[in-house]
């Protein structure tokens, strides 16, 4: 049993192909920046990979801890319904699973900054 710690960053999900992609772009410029860390991705709906067809691929892997970050802004109901139903349902199915979730962008004050220096610049 692997104990590595995974994450998952988790976003909405489109059905516009670019947008997806460059959420891919980004999630493999933050790999760059961190290689000791294993980053997937998943997407709630409209695109693949799932949540549920990422954790199965990690726990056939014998990953039984994960991390699940929300790429989301408010805690809307994929945040606080969705997304648990989801995390407590594949811990249910999957003996010794693990899975944690953290917390949405908007709880980072550095989220303000990024505002108001995109603001600047538009002005």
């Known amino acids: 049993m692997k104990r590595d710690k995974i994450v998952v960053v988790l976003n909405h999900g489109t059905r516009n192909k670019q947008a997806q992609e460059d959420f891919v772009n980004f999630i493999n410029a933050v790999r760059e920046k961190q290689p000791d860390l294993r980053i997937e991705y998943a997407s709630m709906e409209?695109?693949?990979?799932?949540?549920?067809?990422?954790?199965?691929r990690l726990y056939d892997e014998g990953i039984r801890y994960i991390i699940v970050i929300p790429f989301f802004l408010f805690r809307g109901i994929h945040i606080t319904e969705d997304i648990p139903k989801i995390i407590k349902g594949q811990e249910a199915s999957h003996p010794g699973l693990e899975i944690v979730m953290?917390?949405?962008l908007l709880s980072d004050e550095r989220l303000q900054d990024i505002l108001l220096?995109?603001?600047k610049e538009t002005i």
């Open 46 to 56: 409209l695109c693949e990979p799932c949540l549920p067809s990422v954790i199965d």
């Open 102 to 104: 953290g917390k949405v």
């Open 117 to 119: 220096d995109n603001i």
